[in-house]
């Protein structure tokens, strides 16, 4: 897997990643949002530029030009409901593409033979066009352990065989990134503004921003086990 880490060069987005974490400003909804936001058109410019294009003939006012166009069929599709904003931000530079939505949650249980908690990804809802010989790019905030990209993408298997697979997240752990490298296809590239080191005991990543749904959209009534 290729993977993008913009943390390693110095850019304004720095500042939205630093808002992002900072508990005096991300209890801002609005600007939450919008500096997601403002990563996806970051991420989403740098994605474009490993494109296919095509030439064409643009007729102006005053003569005619030829420009060099992107031609690849793009899929953009997001987990609910984090996964919105930053959606958003891709969607704002790849207007034309069509897109997908799933829906993923966490369930956690308590292992007592070992302790420890496990966790249990839920898909319960899948909205996606075709994806045979396009470029599939799945867009999750917060790359935690990568057992949800793990099960959306297996979820959207029946849905074809796209191209080229591009994962975009804001924040993921080292642990995560590791486990996707190692389920999804080896031409696979993740673009992602930064990744910290840690996962704690309920694979949240540390130090990471805390829940970017609850952030982006209020606290929800947690999904009790039956």
């Known amino acids: ?29 609005m600007r939450f949002r919008k500096n997601i936001e403002r990563t996806g058109e970051i991420i989403g410019y740098e994605l474009s530029k490993t494109l296919a294009y095509k030439n064409k003939t643009i007729t102006t006012p005053l003569g005619t030009k030829n420009v060099n166009l992107p031609k690849d069929k793009l899929v953009l599709c997001s987990v609910l409901r984090a996964g919105l904003p930053l959606h958003q931000g891709m969607l704002n530079f790849f207007d034309d ?3 997908g939505f799933i829906s993923a949650y966490r369930q ?8 420890d908690d496990v966790l249990n990804i839920v898909v319960e809802y899948l909205a996606a066009p075709n994806l045979d010989d396009k470029i599939l790019i799945l867009i999750d905030p917060m790359l935690a352990s990568g057992k949800t990209l793990e099960n959306v993408y297996n979820a959207l298997k029946k849905h074809g065989k796209p191209k080229e697979i591009h994962i975009v997240s804001v924040i993921g752990s080292k642990p995560g ?3 996707v490298n190692a389920v999804f296809p080896k031409n696979t590239q993740l673009w992602i503004a930064t990744i910290d080191d840690e996962l704690n005991h309920k694979s949240y990543i540390v130090p990471g921003l805390g829940d970017a749904g609850d952030l982006s959209f209020g606290l929800k009534l947690e999904k009790q086990k039956d």
Do not use: G, P
């Not at 880490?5 to 801002?28: G, P, Y």
């Not at 956690?108 to 302790?115: D, G, P, R, V």
């Open 97 to 99: 593409s069509e897109n």
């Open 108 to 115: 956690h249980f308590s292992n007592h033979n070992s302790n």
């Open 177 to 179: 990134v590791d486990y």
């Open 1 to 29: 897997m290729i993977v993008h880490d913009f943390s390693n060069k110095n850019s304004v987005l720095n500042r939205f990643i630093a808002e992002l974490r900072d508990v005096t400003i991300q209890r801002d909804m």
